[in-house]
């Protein structure tokens, strides 16, 4: 006759890998969600944070990359991008670019874009994603996340690395719509 209790404790195929988060870990992603907000509500473009030997330093993603103004991408200290500058500087037409979409992080935690370990992952650089698709999964506070598509299209390129933490709003996947 077959132990029940032994087999209730089996872990089942498709299981995550227990948290390797802690709790001290998980309250500082709470205080940079909540930073992350105040630096988007505000007009500041950096926080730099230091308590103890821990610091954190929080950029607007327009202070990171740089921005396209009317067709040339320039940096935040103006400099043009010979490659994408266009007519204006090789004589070439420029090539018009399809508009990509970024699926972003609900909130904070670690990203995984497999089920489990050794699983295939849920969506691949070329794959068709429809909305309501689940595209990933977030680790928070010891809980998982699912994380599913706001839009449909086509995927251009995996943004957020597996097992990397991934801070609220930043960019998981880029999707031509």
């Not at 500058?85 to 935690?109: D, F, M, N, Y």
Request: proline share 11%; net charge negative.
């Amino acid at each position: 006759m077959p132990d029940q209790h032994n087999e209730a404790q089996k872990p089942k195929p498709g299981d995550l890998p227990p948290s390797p988060i802690s709790e001290e870990t998980a309250s500082l992603l709470g205080l940079i969600d909540r930073l992350s907000s105040l630096i988007e509500r505000s007009d500041l473009i950096e926080l730099e944070v230091e308590s103890g030997d821990t610091g954190i330093v929080l950029r607007k993603p327009a202070a990171l990359m740089p921005q396209a103004v009317g067709g040339v991408v320039a940096s935040p200290a103006g400099d043009r991008s010979a490659a994408s500058a266009g007519a204006g500087t090789t004589g070439e037409p420029s090539v018009p670019v399809a508009p990509v979409k970024a699926i972003k992080a609900p909130l904070t935690g670690v990203y995984y874009g497999a089920p489990s370990p050794g699983a295939p992952p849920y969506v691949t650089p070329g794959q068709q994603v429809t909305v309501g698709q689940v595209i990933g999964l977030i680790e928070a506070m010891k809980l998982f996340n699912e994380i599913k598509s706001d839009i449909s299209g086509r995927v251009i390129r995996l943004v957020a690395e597996t097992g990397k933490l991934v801070k609220a709003k930043q960019p998981l996947i880029e999707v031509e719509p």
